[in-house]
T-cell receptor, first 118, second 119 residues
């Protein structure tokens, strides 16, 4: 619907598992983002990929590892997660990368992956 | 520094009555402002966007918002609520010249307002 597709929609994983979240955007945008949405907390930006450059929020644990093979695809690799990592993980894209002077920096979001760590 | 405050965490209206969701912002520059809607277990959908053109912005589903610089406000309104409007709404401020910053990046999200619509 929004041009940003996330898979899977739901994921239950154990703390010793390794899994990956996938995001694909069909909008020709130049920046892609991973956000974490936990109950009763503001939306938290985890990673930004912009014109091949990666910027990360330094507070994100190393058990989250992003990969952006091209401008249309974004992955989030997960390993040895903790129960507090359970959340809705949202992928987004924008036409203009942030901080480059373009006005089209609004984010278009996917439907999210509901992750539960047991 | 930029910030955004959504003044109500929860608003309840009856179907057919007006909706007002309040948002105040703080920005050192001329900001872009957005409203997003999120239905349960879904992603965020862009409702409307202000970028220094007309101060009254019309969005999807009958929503509109008015940018008032003197009041640093960007309130979201709708003349008549539908049951399908029940969702969480986020006000967002962006400085398109700002690259990244902390856990919010260049988009600063409010904490959200949950809208309930009674039959």
């Amino acid at each position: 619907e929004t041009g940003v597709t996330q898979t899977p929609r739901h994921l239950v994983m154990g703390m010793t598992n390794k899994k990956s979240l996938k995001c694909e955007q069909h909008l020709g945008h130049n920046a892609m983002y991973w956000y974490k949405q936990s109950a009763k907390k503001p939306l938290e930006l985890m990673f930004v990929y912009s014109l091949e450059e990666r910027v990360e929020n330094n507070s994100v644990p190393s058990r989250f590892s992003p990969e952006c093979p091209n401008s249309s695809h974004l992955f989030l690799h997960l390993h040895t997660l903790q129960p507090e990592d359970s959340a809705l993980y949202l992928c987004a894209s924008s036409q203009d990368p942030p901080g480059q002077g373009g006005e089209n920096t609004e984010a278009f979001f996917g439907q999210g992956t509901r992750l539960t760590v047991v | 520094a930029q910030s955004v405050t959504q003044l109500d965490s929860h608003v309840s209206v009856s179907e057919g009555t007006p909706v007002l969701l309040r948002c105040n912002y703080s920005s050192s520059y001329s900001p872009s402002l957005f409203w997003y809607v999120q239905h349960p277990n879904k992603g965020l959908q862009l409702l409307l966007k202000y970028t220094s053109a007309a101060t009254l912005v019309k969005g999807i589903n009958g929503f509109e918002a008015e940018f008032k610089k003197s009041e640093t406000s960007f309130h979201l309104t709708k003349p008549s609520a539908h049951m399908s409007d029940a969702a969480e709404y986020f006000c967002v401020v962006s400085d398109h010249r700002r690259r990244y910053g902390g856990s919010q990046g260049n988009l600063i999200f409010g904490k959200g307002t949950k809208l309930s619509v009674k039959p």
